[in-house]
């Protein structure tokens, strides 16, 4: 069965630079969610989207931005990054129509290393 | 303000049985959701409870009480490859996560 696919899976940028980062959801699920994890840290939700419309906001700096496409595919982008910013970022998709909006499937995650 | 308390450890015996405990205090509620995630890899989903009572997958099962909120993930007959975090996660208007338990499994 298809999974949620995330690319790059590993990234390193210098402070102060900028990095997208991108999520392709499992096909026909209808919301996808950005998370941050920190090392021995639990995931942090930051952004979700529900049929290409901004449903949630969670922790997101205002250095981040976020969006999804038509074809459902959604794009993090982070700019002016910071050391703090280094971290796992894991994307996830869930069938909210189904009603089982909280069985989210996630992708391998992008590891991003600021140096 | 929004919380989940859940233990940050638990070690158990391959074999037996361990009961992951979680606390909530959040404004809303759409239900409580268990996840698994190995290091270095990714949550995988493991159960969900909108409702009071017990969910049975397999070997794991979730336990959920609103009045009291309260949930609890069992695992049962454990094994090696049960050696993982585990999160409990609240949905109100956001996607809120736990510390994470940490599972220890001695043979």
């Known amino acids: 069965a298809a999974g949620v696919i995330q690319s790059p899976r590993h990234l390193i940028k210098e402070k102060r630079e900028t990095a997208t980062l991108k999520c392709y959801p499992i096909?026909?699920?209808?919301?996808v969610y950005w998370y941050q994890q920190g090392p021995g840290q639990d995931p942090q939700f930051l952004i979700s989207?529900?049929?290409?419309?901004?449903?949630d906001k969670g922790s997101i700096p205002d250095r981040f931005s976020a969006q999804q496409f038509s074809d459902y595919h959604s794009e993090l982008n982070m700019s002016s990054l910071e050391l703090g910013d280094s971290a796992l970022y894991f994307c996830?998709?869930?069938?909210?129509?189904?009603?089982?909006?909280?069985?989210?499937?996630f992708g391998p995650g992008t590891r991003l290393t600021v140096l | 303000g929004q919380s989940l308390e859940q233990p940050s450890e638990v070690t158990a015996v391959e074999g037996a049985i361990v009961q992951i405990n979680c606390t909530y205090q959040?404004?809303?509620?759409?239900?409580l959701s268990w996840y698994q995630q190995h290091d270095g890899g990714a949550p995988t989903f493991l159960s969900y409870?909108?409702?009071?009572g017990l969910e049975e997958t397999g070997r794991f099962s979730s336990f959920l009480s609103r009045s009291d909120s309260y949930g609890y993930l069992l695992l049962q007959e454990l094994q090696m490859k049960d050696s993982a975090s585990y999160f409990c996660?609240?949905?109100?208007?956001?996607?809120?996560f736990g510390k994470g338990t940490r599972l220890h499994i001695l043979p």
């Open positions: 996830a998709s869930s069938l909210v129509a189904s009603g089982r909006s909280n069985e989210q499937f």
């Open positions: 096909p026909r699920h209808d919301t």
């Open positions: 989207f529900y049929e290409k419309m901004q449903s």
């Open positions: 959040t404004s809303g509620f759409y239900g």
């Open positions: 409870n909108a409702l009071d």
């Open positions: 996660a609240v949905r109100d208007d956001k996607i809120i």
